[in-house]
């Protein structure tokens, strides 16, 4: 069994919806929740790093944390073509060695 | 303030040989991250230094990968003799002392062993 799953999609969604990215997790033990962006050919650019359960937002980007559920969410509002790319979930329990998900790709079409 | 840099962005090398991949963290980092992507699979962990020492090896799939931070500013992460499941995406990240769990990645460098 993976440490982390995420649904690789692909995802394709009109201009100004709402995106709803996912991945749930196996080890009770993380408590360090990142997602990345990736485009083409390019490395993963940190988004969002949360620590411990909870929301955390940062302009058209919500991260949700669920530890009961094991399951963490990516929410972009507005979303724009711009923000087509790879999504990619990463979690750890000691916030050094991070387990990934295999990532979701989303076309944001205008 | 410069990303994670990495060098070569690409190599393609032969059965065999050598390659030797290095990374520049962004500047007063002291932990570096080495990780891998196999065409198809998610991005996995190598291995964490901090400073100059290895804190964390257990990702490092066997003996012919050899891993240096020497002064702990650069790393460079040799593969001795390379094996055609070699092939992948190497990337490296650092994260400051205080805030570990946040890790910022390079570009890659593209490993092809023919």
């Known amino acids: 069994q993976k440490e982390v799953e995420q649904d690789p999609g692909p995802l394709s969604v009109p201009e100004g919806a709402i995106v709803s990215l996912n991945c749930t997790y196996s080890?009770?033990?993380?408590?360090?929740f990142m997602w990345y962006r990736q485009y083409s050919r390019k490395g993963p650019e940190l988004l969002m790093y949360?620590?411990?359960?909870g929301n955390k937002e940062d302009g058209r980007f919500t991260a949700q944390v669920d530890k009961s559920s094991k399951y963490i969410s990516l929410f972009i509002r507005d979303s724009q073509p711009s923000d087509s790319a790879t999504y990619l979930c990463?979690?750890?329990?000691?916030?050094?060695?991070?387990?990934f998900g295999t990532g979701t790709s989303l076309t944001v079409i205008p | 303030e410069a990303g994670v840099t990495q060098f070569p962005s690409h190599s393609v090398i032969e059965k065999g040989q050598t390659v030797t991949l290095r990374c520049d963290p962004i500047s007063g980092h002291d932990n570096l991250y080495w990780y891998r992507r196999v065409m198809g699979k998610e991005i996995k962990f190598l291995l964490h230094f901090v400073k100059e020492s290895k804190q964390d090896e257990s990702g490092m799939p066997n003996n012919r990968f050899l891993a240096e931070r020497t002064g702990g500013t650069y790393s460079t992460l040799k593969v001795q003799p390379a094996e055609l499941e070699d092939s992948g995406v190497y990337f490296c990240?650092?994260?400051?002392?205080?805030?570990?769990?946040?890790?910022?990645f390079g570009p890659g460098t593209r490993l092809t062993v023919l």
């Open positions: 990240a650092s994260s400051a002392r205080t805030r570990r769990g946040e890790q910022f």
């Open positions: 949360t620590y411990s359960s």
């Open positions: 990463a979690m750890s329990a000691t916030g050094n060695q991070f387990y």
């Open positions: 080890n009770s033990a993380f408590q360090y």
